[in-house]
T-cell receptor, first 114, second 114 residues
């Protein structure tokens, strides 16, 4: 998996848009960018994945510039319930073709305040 | 309901006790995983089972013993644990070959060793 760098923590307020940037300078041609979200005392859950340009779903948007060396997870109008750890993972669509599991970094601890 | 159920949610055990953690998945997946998440540390992959066979054991001490009797059930047997083994233990499942968004996690068992 490509090495990723993301901020350890971020703070924001309810109703704001939050952008979390992940750096992945060594991304390979066949790598995808995937984000997981983990609420306190729960397991991570998939939120969004992309390869290039922009992807949007009901939870978030993912912006990927042309050089793909970074990506930005955008959470619109956050609420207190968006307080969680957000993980950026970069690797080929199928991790080795087998049951390899996922390798998580430290993620970004997002704290939303009233 | 994530489709992956872990019991118990909380467990306190003494260092001389023997206990087991249980994981059950209702998704028809064929691979299951145990992760450990200690305070302020990234998730650590402990064991991987694919088609009911153990395919990975990431240098986990022998006081942790996994068992996968069928593709829907996974156990983690615990004996003579140490206080530093206190952590959130997470189970996940996937369908092999697994892409990055194909992992489903349970809510975990919060283990405290006293």
């Amino acid at each position: 998996l490509a090495k990723t760098t993301q901020p350890i923590s971020m703070d924001s307020y309810e109703g704001q848009e939050v952008n979390i940037t992940c750096s992945h300078n060594n991304i390979a041609t066949n790598d995808y960018i995937t984000w997981y979200q983990q609420f306190p005392s729960q397991g991570p859950r998939f939120i969004i994945q992309g390869y290039k340009t922009k992807v949007t779903n009901e939870v978030a948007s993912l912006f990927i510039p042309a050089d793909r060396k970074s990506s930005t997870l955008s959470l619109p109008r956050v609420s207190l319930s968006d307080t969680a750890v957000y993980y950026c993972l970069v690797g080929p669509m199928y991790s080795g073709g087998g049951a390899d599991g996922l390798t998580f970094g430290k993620g970004t601890h997002l704290i939303i305040q009233p | 309901e994530t489709g992956v159920t872990q019991t118990p949610r909380h467990l306190v055990m003494g260092m001389t006790n023997k206990k087991s953690l249980k994981c059950e998945q209702h998704l028809g997946h064929n691979a299951m995983y145990w992760y450990k998440q200690s305070a302020k540390k990234p998730l650590e992959l402990m064991f991987v089972y694919s088609l009911e066979e153990r395919v990975e054991n990431n240098s986990v001490p022998s006081r942790f013993s996994p068992e996968c009797p069928n593709s829907s059930h996974l156990f983690l047997h615990l004996h003579t644990l140490q206080p530093e083994d206190s952590a959130l233990y997470l189970c996940a499942s996937s369908q092999v070959p697994t892409d990055f968004y194909g992992y489903t996690f349970g809510s975990g068992t919060r283990l405290t060793v006293v």
